[in-house]
């Protein structure tokens, strides 16, 4: 884990400028801190000693080659690399993987990218032809924070720095982005910073900054394939297996003890299985929903919910679960003093949900840094594959359509083979129609549609600000009809690289990084390009994925299904009461109320107790404390 940091200037003093963007990673307390300049340029890093490769991976110069590199990266191909560079593992010019990407980079140039396999971000200064290549990885896992003035370009993955370097106001925020993150209806397709001058770079693209000016390009895209046409189905689900334990095994390599989440679902009953295959004696450790310990005080909340999770515990002797004991003090209180902390090492709020701080924590007390998580699997590797309906009747194969929509709703999965196939036709036919009637069904689009009318902002805000526009291109976008359009609409339009700044940064505050085998790209590339018929077969959803469970995780995960899972039995309403009294005093006198809505609109609001509006409420709060407290 390392912050890196990159400045070019002529109106700033480069030493001092990377000393104040050093400063802004000291609150988790880096082993080692390096940095190289020249002239206007120059590179800064902090990182810890995550691995024995890690202990030599501070900024590099080669003055042959006339580059600089630094970079906060796993890279998973290594052997593959080196051979394509006729090179030796045992070469120390390869030391670290920040090494290895400058050897490609000298060979390959920008392309050296497209060579590349794991979790990274780098810059690298090249003083022959004076510019910066920076490159970010294919799901985003890394973040890569960049800032283009007048004066210069700022390049960094510690948001903070822009700040303590005196590069960017703090106190400025983007009132655009502001409304649009309080208008919790439809989630950010990706993390955007609340500064006016910050952008982020996005997941598999490269950024080149030269004379010529700043010129940011994509370098990958996810494709379906045809390499593993010739497959048999049983062939195909081995090749899955060996995909998928690859690419958790390339996620082990840590000189400290190893954390996993783990719950009832199969994506990280899958990462937690084989990592406990893989590590032998070794020790994983696992943390599961709050980890609290059970007592007889609170077995009517979570004995049922660790029924299957203990099972699993019992399955590999190598996994020690971590628990808590329940603490009696305000659990929101808590939060939004992490929270709290957050933003101050950030500099500046954005929405958070919050859920890692505890893990990380945890994690922390037990010496890990290093957490593995299954989310992200069912965007592909594990999605449910109920597209396969639309492209068998796209194709006329109703005979089979029929057999499928019959197993599904005898798995309890779906409505009556006939309805379904009803509106199936609606959906594909008239989509109009098909969108009215799914106005009076429950599930999200109900509950978009609940908080889109319930929503505090002002409807001149949300006109302004075409929101309404953003929600029914939401909506039209939710049609898939088929399983790849699916995939791609979940891995890189509906938030997910969101979600893993999230991890990255705020685990960081603990020291910890999060690693994630189901966003592995050979893995993503191989499950996406799976026919149909394996997704869901039998009616049974994510069957590949079961198959390779046999042995890993209890036959019951294995085959369940999701309204099969049995929820902690928290009072929900009661918490959300609570946050919502305590917000209620808060806004009472706001500034921002007064500006993007109403007390009446607020008092509405806050009386429907709904999760995301609540969120936007909290969002505002923090913000106008931020941003607003001395207006």
Not at 347 to 364: C, D, H, I, N, T
Not at 374 to 393: I, N, P
Not at 585 to 607: D, P, Q
């Amino acid at each position: 884990m390392s912050s890196v940091h990159a400045c070019i200037s002529d109106n700033v003093s480069i030493d001092a400028t990377l000393d104040a963007m050093l400063h802004a990673s000291r609150y988790w307390a880096p082993d080692e801190e390096s940095q190289w300049c020249k002239e206007r340029v120059g590179l800064a890093k902090s990182h810890l000693y995550n691995t024995q490769r890690s202990r030599f991976d501070h900024v590099h110069y080669d003055p042959g080659m006339g580059l600089a590199i630094t970079a906060n990266a796993r890279i998973d191909n290594r052997r593959e690399i080196i051979s394509s560079l006729a090179l030796t593992e045992g070469d120390t010019q390869i030391a670290t993987d920040s090494q290895l990407i400058m050897r490609a980079y000298a060979k390959w140039k920008n392309d050296c990218v497209k060579f590349l396999r794991g979790d990274f971000v780098f810059i690298i200064w090249d003083e022959n032809r004076q510019k910066i290549f920076c490159a970010r990885d294919h799901f985003g896992v890394k973040v890569l924070f960049y800032s283009h003035k007048p004066e210069g370009l700022m390049i960094t993955n510690e948001h903070r720095a822009f700040f303590t370097s005196q590069w960017s106001d703090a106190h400025e925020i983007d009132e655009d982005w502001l409304i649009k993150a309080l208008w919790s209806v439809v989630v950010p397709q990706q993390f955007d910073s609340p500064n006016p001058d910050i952008q982020v770079l996005p997941p598999a693209h490269t950024l080149e900054f030269s004379e010529e000016g700043l010129k940011i390009t994509r370098y990958w895209q996810l494709t379906r394939k045809t390499d593993w046409q010739h497959l048999i189905d049983e062939e195909l689900i081995d090749e899955l297996k060996h995909r998928f334990e690859h690419a958790v095994e390339a996620r082990l390599d840590s000189e400290y003890p190893l954390g996993s989440e783990l719950s009832e679902g199969i994506d990280s009953n899958g990462v937690a299985g084989f990592a406990a295959k893989i590590l032998g004696d070794k020790s994983l450790y696992t943390f599961s929903y709050d980890c609290i310990a059970l007592d007889n005080e609170n077995k009517h909340v979570w004995e049922e919910t660790y029924a299957d999770i203990t099972e699993m515990h019992a399955l590999h002797k190598n996994i020690k679960p971590v628990w808590q004991k329940q603490k009696s003090d305000n659990k929101y209180l808590h939060l939004q003093q992490q929270k709290s902390d957050f933003y101050s090492h950030f500099g500046g709020v954005v929405p958070l949900y919050g859920k890692g701080f505890l893990r990380s924590r945890l994690a922390q007390k037990q010496g890990i840094r290093t957490m593995l998580s299954g989310w992200g699997g069912d965007h592909c590797v594990t999605s449910y594959g109920d597209q396969y309906c639309d492209e068998l009747f796209y194709q006329n194969r109703f005979t089979q359509l029929y057999q499928l929509l019959k197993a599904k709703n005898q798995r309890g999965r779906g409505r009556r083979p006939l309805v379904a196939l009803a509106e199936l036709a609606l959906k594909n036919w008239t989509p109009t129609i098909h969108s009215q009637t799914k106005k009076a069904r429950s599930g999200l689009d109900k509950t978009l549609r609940r908080r889109n009318k319930y929503h505090f902002l002002e409807k001149q805000w949300r006109k302004d600000k075409n929101l309404n526009k953003l929600f029914d291109e939401f909506k039209k976008n939710d049609q898939c009809k088929s399983i790849q359009r699916k995939e791609i609409l979940e891995l890189f339009e509906r938030g997910l690289t969101k979600n893993l700044i999230e991890a990255e940064l705020t685990a960081r505050m603990a020291k910890v990084e999060y690693r994630f085998p189901m966003l592995d790209v050979a893995l993503v590339e191989f499950a996406h390009s799976l026919p149909g018929h394996l997704k869901i077969k039998y009616g049974i959803e994510r069957y590949a994925f079961r198959q390779i469970l046999t042995g890993i995780t209890t036959k019951r995960i294995q085959w369940r299904i999701k309204s099969d899972v049995s929820s902690p039995k928290i009072n929900r309403k009661k918490e959300l009461s609570s946050l919502s009294n305590f917000l209620a005093k808060r806004l009472n006198k706001s500034i921002l109320v007064k500006r993007f809505s109403s007390e009446t609109r607020m008092e509405k609001c806050l009386e429907r107790l709904e999760p995301g509006l609540i969120r936007s409420l909290e969002l505002l709060v923090n913000a106008e404390d931020c941003y607003y407290a001395d207006s």
